[in-house]
């Protein structure tokens, strides 16, 4: 506004006016612009107060695109308004030619489109939602964003992946943060020269400990079998389910039933096993040679 009216003193040349005016509007609508981009930083604090109060967190990954597709529109309209105001052509007219030149655009975006379209699938079958653990492609993390173009997951060794979403969208994820419980399946091990009463004996105590346990549902009560005869040791296998699927808290449980299976069993004189070779030597080979 400054330059307008101090220009607006001084006397040019018509040629210059038409110069000087294309640019005061071009000058104004980037000022215009920049004025309604910085307001979107306003409407996404409004909108990220609001989805904070709210139990889900698919508007949270919601939030992040909206303030991302209001900035887009912004400057795609500005660019519009700008190339009306250098051609001096109606606005009808720059849209068709963006349309015309809109083919060949979408042929050298093929892969922004597909991840766009991508985006829309993943918020469509909801996978996932932010902060949430998955496993995908061999990776394994939480969600921290999710954008138009890709996902970005933080992975447990605190690597930051950056997944495209029309990927992502074809790819089976794990959605971790979900699991309703934690199976645990226990492989134990008994040497072979244990008897039949300590084999059973083995399968009470594990029963014994199993049994209400931390963690247990009703509905899924543990298992304890003898199963197999392995190369080695007899196997008994137990499975059990603990609840809720809190990692730390099933380590911690899993750490006190592996400490009282190892003091029970050491008690009753029950030796785990672990993989041996028995070696049979043929002695008739050297009672020949010693009788010449």
């Not at 967190?57 to 919601?62: L, N, P, S, V």
């Not at 970005?152 to 990927?167: A, S």
């Not at 990692?247 to 299976?261: G, I, Q």
Request: glycine content about 6%; overall charge negative; aromatic content about 10%.
């Amino acid at each position: 506004i400054g330059l307008r009216y101090g220009l607006n003193s001084l006397k040019f040349g018509e040629s210059v006016d038409v110069v000087l005016a294309d640019a005061f509007s071009v000058l104004f609508t980037i000022a215009v612009t920049f004025f309604i981009y910085s307001l979107v930083d306003v409407v996404d604090h409004a909108i990220t107060r609001i989805t904070a109060r709210t139990q889900t967190k698919m508007d949270d990954m919601m939030a992040p695109m909206v303030r991302k597709s209001l900035r887009v529109v912004i400057v795609i309209l500005s660019l519009v308004q700008i190339a009306t105001i250098l051609s001096d052509k109606p606005i009808t007219s720059i849209l068709t030619g963006l349309g015309v030149g809109g083919l060949a655009v979408a042929l050298a975006a093929q892969e922004t489109i597909k991840n766009f379209f991508g985006s829309l699938v993943i918020f469509a079958d909801k996978p996932f939602e932010l902060g949430e653990r998955i496993k995908v492609g061999g990776h394994d993390g939480r969600i921290e964003e999710v954008g138009f173009r890709s996902t970005r997951i933080r992975t447990l060794e605190g690597h930051l992946v950056t997944v495209p979403n029309g990927e992502l969208a074809n790819m089976m994820i794990q959605n971790v943060a979900k699991r309703p419980y934690i199976k645990r399946v226990m492989n134990v091990t008994i040497t072979y020269d244990t008897p039949p009463e300590k084999v059973q004996q083995a399968l009470d105590i594990l029963k014994e400990l199993l049994d209400n346990h931390e963690g247990m549902n009703e509905e899924f009560p543990p298992r304890v079998f003898f199963s197999e005869f392995n190369d080695c040791s007899l196997n008994i296998l137990a499975i059990y389910w603990y609840h809720p699927p809190e990692y730390w808290m099933y380590l911690e449980h899993a750490t006190w039933l592996n400490m009282e299976l190892l003091k029970r069993y050491n008690e009753a004189g029950i030796e785990f096993a672990f993989p041996t070779q028995t070696l049979y030597v043929n002695g008739m080979e050297g009672a020949l040679n010693e009788n010449g």
